[in-house]
């Protein structure tokens, strides 16, 4: 069936950045390119495309300029163009591909690992590397074989063991790339098509594989830093995250909704959840300054007096700066409640009025 040009702007349009242009084009590589890699390096590839467009549909369809000289090349067996684009594009993703799967590997690996153990990993380094540029490299009508690629990319891979691993991948992405230019040739017109169900799940697949590589670096190479300057592995913070008082009042917030919906029906829950929310603060003040929900304005306000000398930052000299966010604290609290306050009873009193005026009118 004839790809619509119209349509393909739409896709660009409305899902540019993970390449669903693409995938309607079945130039899945692209697509996955695309949506790995936040619209081909950050939305310039989804970019260019803006004008590529056409081309792409007329090899799609079997028509244009571009399509005809692809052809003739092909019927006299030459070998294709040299293209920047596609060049930089093998490099780029190698070392993408190459770096990600480097930062996936636990640091303690290259540090106290073996020499085979080591050794292991840089293999899967540079595998990763040479993947990136042969997905590039596979794109539209030009193929590579993955030896061919292998063969030029295991010169600055050897060569860079060892001595300098950190930057390897971006040696061994110039090295698969070069390979990628002296060994690219055109697709065979025969080759057989996939269908969609194929092709959905070579994608989904590929796409898992991402997931997972971007999942093993958050978990075992990730960090965050406290206030104090200490640096925790997000694997253990974590850890320390689900025995928090922060989780674990949102854990029994959430029986609680499950709870509530049990009790008075599924279709109030979304209306609980947002006041456990608390979205006016209102929960928050009360905890800060001690009160019930009940509590009138004068007890509020006897309350604040009372905490705000408590806290007064003059009254705490060696921890001064630490009672000053307390006073501010209940400073605030004390205004967030006067003004819930004060609404409620605004709106309590216009629904006085308005009862007022509807007995005298009836």
Not at 59 to 75: C, H, M
Not at 177 to 190: E, F, N, Q, T, W
Not at 287 to 316: C, F, M
Request: aromatic fraction near 14%; proline fraction near 3%.
């Amino acid at each position: 069936m004839a790809k619509s040009i119209l349509l393909t702007y739409i896709f660009w349009l409305i899902g540019g950045f993970l390449g669903l242009h693409h995938f309607y084009l079945r130039r899945d590589r692209q697509a996955f390119v695309w949506w790995c890699t936040f619209g081909g390096i950050f939305g310039l590839g989804w970019f260019r495309d803006l004008w590529r467009i056409p081309d792409y549909v007329g090899f799609a369809n079997g028509y244009g300029d571009k399509y005809q000289v692809v052809e003739n090349r092909r019927r006299n067996k030459l070998r294709p163009i040299f293209n920047v684009a596609r060049f930089g594009g093998e490099m780029a993703l190698g070392m993408y591909f190459g770096f990600m799967a480097m930062l996936a590997i636990p640091e303690e690996t290259y540090q106290e690992g073996s020499l085979a153990l080591r050794a292991l990993c840089y293999g899967i380094v540079t595998m990763a590397t040479i993947t990136g540029a042969h997905i590039v490299a596979n794109i539209g009508e030009e193929t590579v074989e993955l030896g061919d690629i292998l063969s030029y990319a295991s010169i600055p891979a050897i060569f860079m063991f060892g001595k300098a691993a950190e930057n390897a991948p971006t040696w061994i992405a110039v090295g698969a790339a070069v390979g990628c230019m002296y060994k690219s040739k055109y697709r065979p017109r025969s080759e057989p098509k996939k269908g969609l169900c194929r092709r959905l799940t070579s994608l989904t697949l590929a796409g898992m594989i991402i997931f997972a590589v971007w999942g093993s670096f958050l978990y075992h190479n990730a960090s965050v830093t406290t206030s104090d300057g200490e640096t925790i592995k997000l694997r253990d913070s974590v850890d320390n995250f689900f025995t928090s008082p922060a989780w674990l009042q949102f854990k029994k917030n959430l029986w609680e909704l499950y709870d509530y919906g049990q009790t008075h029906g599924w279709d109030k829950v979304w209306q609980q959840f947002v006041e456990s929310l608390d979205p006016t603060g209102e929960a928050n003040a009360l905890q800060v300054l001690g009160v019930d929900k009940n509590a009138s304005q004068e007890e509020i306000t006897k309350r604040y007096r009372k905490l705000a000398r408590e806290w007064h930052p003059d009254r705490h000299k060696e921890n001064k700066e630490e009672a000053q966010e307390k006073f501010m604290e209940i400073q605030k609290a004390y205004e967030t409640l006067s003004t819930i306050k004060k609404k409620r009873e605004r709106k309590s009193s216009q629904k006085r009025s308005n009862a007022d005026d509807f007995d005298h009118r009836f």
